[in-house]
């Protein structure tokens, strides 16, 4: 994954591997086969929801919500989601 060679320069081995396990387990899941076109503020929502209804903690929660954020900055960055369409744009 292209986001997870920009965290590799940023973060220790250890948290890359938390955070490739977040991405595979959490966010993959979900998001991993819809087009950025498809994305929108309402999926988001219940993406947070869903997550919320596995008990998991707060935390944990904003966590996920950050890495799907870095994710989607980047693909924002690189031009693979025009400026106009992105959620919050």
């Keep these: 994954m292209e986001w997870e060679k920009k965290k590799a320069n ?3 081995p250890l948290t890359l591997e938390w955070y490739r396990e977040i991405a595979e387990k959490k966010i993959l899941p979900v998001w991993g086969t ?3 076109a498809d994305f929108s503020h309402t ?4 993406f ?3 997550l919320l209804e596995q008990k ?8 996920v919500l ?7 900055r980047l ?3 690189r031009e693979y989601w025009p400026r ?3 959620p919050g744009s």
């Design 43 to 46: 999926g988001f929502d219940a």
């Design 34 to 36: 819809k087009r950025l």
């Design 66 to 72: 950050m890495r799907l954020r870095e994710m989607l």
């Design 75 to 77: 693909a924002h960055q």
């Design 84 to 86: 106009t369409g992105a």
């Design 48 to 50: 947070k929801a869903g």
């Design 10 to 12: 940023e973060v220790s």
């Design 56 to 63: 998991l903690a707060p935390r944990t929660v904003n966590i």
